[in-house]
């Protein structure tokens, strides 16, 4: 039987960076997401502070796959506590008025992002593939949203 697989134009997947330790995991979460969607998804974003040089074969692998690299303003170098997730947070709640995105997608290691995802639930009328998208990546050990 062929996997159902969600619609890219109106799969939006965010990236918190930050929590994604592994080189190896991020390219088998990349893989997972590719192989759940049926293209690149219409919105498709990564949040951290690209300047780090740390960052940069992660940035490098993502844009390769169609994933924006979201910069995380810094403030005189400083990169503050928690910054990532509240541009995360930010682009999901816009994403939530728009009504052609029905799938979301937050690939975290993050447990703050409860309320972000209880008022996604509440909010979006269409909730039907959210039960694919949770069996998906808690079978591979990722965070849905």
Do not use: C
Not at 46 to 74: C, F
């Amino acid at each position: 039987m062929e996997k159902t697989k969600l619609k890219a134009t109106n799969t939006a997947v965010l990236y918190d960076i930050e929590n994604v330790r592994e080189f190896s995991d991020l390219k088998r979460i990349i893989e997972l997401v590719n192989d759940i969607t049926d293209g690149k998804p219409f919105f498709n974003a990564a949040y951290t502070d690209w300047s780090n040089p740390a960052m940069e074969q992660k940035r490098i692998l993502l844009q390769a796959n169609g994933v924006i690299p979201h910069q995380v303003i810094t403030y005189g170098g400083t990169v503050y506590k928690n910054s990532a997730d509240i541009a995360l947070s930010v682009d999901a709640m816009e994403l939530l008025l728009d009504p052609d995105i029905e799938n979301f997608i937050l690939v975290t290691g993050d447990g703050g992002f409860t309320s972000l995802i209880t008022k996604k639930k509440k909010n979006k009328k269409n909730n039907k593939n959210d039960s694919i998208i949770e069996s998906f990546f808690r079978q591979n050990k990722i965070i849905d949203f």
